[in-house]
């Protein structure tokens, strides 16, 4: 079936610095990608919306200079966490779908980032 | 909009009971409607999706869910659930398109040796 990779699954990074999570279709193209937040016991919540070839579209609330949103081919979409803060701690999923609009999302493993 | 409750956020239960994890949504629009799971530290996998036809849908693993549009619910339901169920459970409904998911706040079934 269709699978979304994401990497890395794990990182611990210091106040200040940027990070990268990459999110990649393996086996399908995907023209749009969704990226998610999700705090500790709580839902997942949509930060935005990663279309190739264009600029993401972010939900309210959501700095789009903090978190940078890159999504240059049918199969990758970027994450980067720019300047980042505790605050930032999360755990961030993305998702795609791979084919109509009647498929349903899949899901990448998520990145658990720590921010010290 | 579109928005989902998830009624219960804890639902123990033990071994080889049975389970009903509650789902209700709101939309103005007709909808898709999915249940995923996440294990710790993972991703969500899908469990099961209505998209149209029949109301009651299964899984591969026990699971059924059944959507009634007059109560506009989509309960998740297991006759016999196995240690192995524990983990948080999401209801999730996308309007028709390329829509994304909104997400209810999970219920997390705690099953009980």
């Known amino acids: 079936g269709a699978v979304v990779s994401q990497h890395p699954s794990r990182v611990i990074c210091k106040s200040g610095t940027s990070v990268k999570i990459e999110c990649r279709s393996l086996?399908?193209?995907?023209?749009?990608m969704f990226w998610y937040r999700q705090f500790p016991k709580q839902s997942l919540m949509l930060m935005a919306t990663s279309n190739e070839g264009s600029k993401a579209t972010y939900e309210q609330g959501v700095e789009k200079d903090k978190f940078l949103i890159n999504h240059a081919s049918l199969t990758l979409s970027t994450l980067t966490v720019t300047s980042a803060h505790p605050e930032d701690s999360s755990f961030y999923i993305c998702?795609?779908?791979?084919?109509?609009?009647?498929?349903?999302?899949?899901f990448g493993n998520g990145t658990r980032l720590t921010v010290t | 909009a579109q928005s989902v409750t998830q009624l219960d956020s804890q639902v123990p239960v033990f071994e080889e009971a049975p389970v009903e994890l509650r789902c209700n949504y709101s939309s103005s629009v007709s909808v898709y409607l999915f249940w995923y799971v996440q294990y710790p530290n993972q991703g969500l996998q899908l469990l099961l999706k209505?998209?149209?036809?029949?109301?009651l849908v299964e899984s591969i693993n026990g699971f059924e869910a059944e959507f009634n549009k007059s109560q506009t619910s989509f309960h998740l339901r297991k006759p016999s659930v196995h240690i192995s169920d524990t983990a948080e459970y999401f209801c999730a409904v996308s309007p028709r398109g390329n829509t994304p998911l909104v997400f209810g706040k999970g219920t997390r079934l705690s099953v009980i040796a």
């Open positions: 086996d399908f193209q995907a023209t749009t």
């Open positions: 209505y998209l149209s036809g029949s109301t």
């Open positions: 998702s795609a779908r791979d084919g109509t609009d009647i498929s349903p999302l899949h």
